[in-house]
């Protein structure tokens, strides 16, 4: 390929006004009934849903189109059993000393604690890795750009896709995450930026009710 080739953009559907405004109503509507959930089902999942949720992440916007992620999929009882042991080993100290007074009162809330037992039933743990340095191309070393914005965009993306599939999900960021390059063996060069837990919800399953307090358009949003 040359470096500037170019094709049609064709892909974008011609809706009118209207439909618009009813597709994005609708999908306002499926996305407020998404929340973390703390509390999953063993039941299995099929691989496939996972694999195009996260080719679905792969299509994000990001920096110079390096791509710059990697998700380490466990699935085997062996793996989530292991990271269990070390992410409640951070956590502990976490909640025990690390996190100060302030970051456990906004935490209080949601009832978290350093018990993590969702880490060995839920379906899969999906490791998300920013790529300092990469490329488009297998086995380039190229700085990459955006790292963090990048891959924050690709997590919310692939948080979106597991949501429409009908599975529940958690953002688990265990206070420090090092411990996942060695436990999903990936290079030091890779920096463990999320757990994303996935699966079906437990039956019993609860939200905090404060997660459910979503600030109103005009909090988050100016027109200029
Ligand atoms: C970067 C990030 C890290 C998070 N880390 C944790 C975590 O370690 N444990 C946890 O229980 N929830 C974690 N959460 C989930 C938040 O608590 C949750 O998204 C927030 O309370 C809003 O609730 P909702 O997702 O149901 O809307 C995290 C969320 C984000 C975006």
């Not at 618009?20 to 999953?40: E, G, L, P, V």
């Not at 380490?72 to 956590?91: N, S």
């Not at 688990?172 to 060695?182: A, C, D, G, I, Q």
Request: net charge neutral; with cysteine.
């Amino acid at each position: 390929m040359k470096p500037h080739d170019t094709l049609p953009y064709t892909a974008l559907p011609d809706y009118s006004d209207a439909e618009r405004i009813a597709r994005s109503r609708d999908f306002y509507d499926a996305m407020k009934t998404r929340r973390t959930c703390r509390y999953f089902a063993d039941d299995p999942v099929p691989r496939a849903v996972i694999a195009n949720a996260i080719l679905a992440a792969g299509t994000a916007p990001n920096g110079a189109n390096h791509q710059p992620w990697h998700f380490a999929v466990i699935e085997t009882p062996e793996k989530k059993k292991a990271l269990r042991a070390a992410a409640e080993e951070e956590e502990r100290a976490f909640y025990e000393s690390k996190a100060g007074k302030e970051w456990l009162e906004a935490l209080a809330p949601l009832g978290t604690d350093a018990d993590k037992p969702f880490l060995e039933t839920a379906a899969y743990l999906i490791v998300i890795f920013g790529q300092r340095k990469g490329g488009i191309n297998p086995g380039e070393m190229k700085q990459n750009y955006y790292v963090s914005e990048s891959v924050g965009i690709a997590t919310g993306m692939l948080i979106t896709a597991l949501h429409d599939a009908g599975l529940a999900t958690l953002t688990h960021t265990p206070n420090p995450m090092k411990f996942l390059n060695e436990l999903c063996e990936r290079p030091s060069h890779e920096k463990p930026m999320m757990i994303l837990v996935a699966g079906k919800p437990a039956p019993d399953a609860t939200i905090p009710v404060h997660a459910t307090i979503k600030k109103p358009l005009d909090q988050i949003a100016s027109w200029l």
